[in-house]
């Protein structure tokens, strides 16, 4: 499903500010894999996602996409089959339309080949059904604008917004990490049910470490650009925090140096 081989990007090349963010990185995914990512902050992690978007063309390497090969499409052309969902509860979505309005954009859009601005009564029966599940009340809300919103709310909508047509690819970037904890709690629970049972192929980057060895089916470790491990099946079922940071001390051989992820 998704393919990534020995991918390779530097910033600034050739100035003092070069930074090597990927480094060989290379990665395989079947379909349906909900892969949870963890890192210091600099491991390439984000740097990953975005090449996978295709938000920049990686200096080396392979992107291929349900057998499609992506390496040098650009980032519209990959928005047709990647859903993407940032830290950010304001990115994502239209602050001054209604909740109604901003489902529209991708449903529509992709139903019908270019943005209706009107929306079908069978449309808005839909989305009054999608809504519904989140168990937020926001169905009997959906004129609203979504500006208006708790970053909760609105990370929800953001969530249903990429993922109503289902997308071969979802990235989630720490998309709970600005939410407070119940909150981010019920967000992770709604992402866990709409991959399941949409089965959608997912990486979610993660600054809580429990949370990236309770979800999904593996766990990935990057590091300086690379991936260092590559944890799932028998090897995963019985991990905890202490037994992977002890495998990346083995691994490294020295300690996991994110204070953020080892008191989350």
């Not at 991918?7 to 990665?27: M, Q, Y």
């Not at 999608?130 to 168990?135: A, C, E, T």
């Not at 969530?159 to 989630?172: D, F, G, H, R, S």
């Amino acid at each position: 499903m998704l393919e990534l081989t020995n991918l390779h990007k530097t910033f600034a090349a050739g100035t003092p500010n070069e930074k090597k963010a990927l480094k060989g990185l290379s990665l395989s995914l079947d379909a349906g894999d909900f892969v949870t990512v963890i890192g210091s902050n600099g491991a390439g992690k984000s740097t990953m996602f975005n090449a996978i978007a295709g938000t920049f063309i990686t200096d080396e390497g392979k992107i291929v996409i349900d057998g499609e090969d992506m390496t040098f499409k650009p980032d519209t052309y990959r928005a047709k089959c990647i859903g993407r969902i940032f830290q950010d509860p304001m990115k994502g979505s239209a602050p001054s339309l209604s909740i109604e309005q901003n489902l529209a954009i991708p449903y529509s859009s992709t139903k019908k080949g270019i943005f209706h601005r009107a929306i079908s009564k069978k449309d808005r029966e839909y989305f009054r059904e999608v809504l519904s599940k989140l168990d937020m009340g926001l169905e009997d809300r959906m004129n609203v604008p979504i500006g208006t919103l708790s970053g909760g709310q609105r990370q929800a909508v953001t969530l249903l917004m990429a993922t109503i047509l289902t997308p071969k690819i979802l990235l989630l970037d720490e998309h709970t990490a600005a939410l407070d904890p119940l909150t981010a709690e019920k967000v992770l629970a709604i992402t866990k049910e709409i991959v399941e049972t949409k089965k959608i192929t997912t990486l979610m980057i993660t600054h809580n470490i429990a949370s990236a060895i309770e979800l999904g089916n593996r766990t990935i470790l990057l590091d300086d650009g690379k991936i260092v491990l590559d944890l799932k099946g028998d090897e995963r079922k019985n991990l905890t925090v202490d037994s992977l940071l002890k495998m990346y001390r083995e691994v490294k051989g020295k300690s996991f140096d994110n204070d953020r992820m080892l008191l989350s």
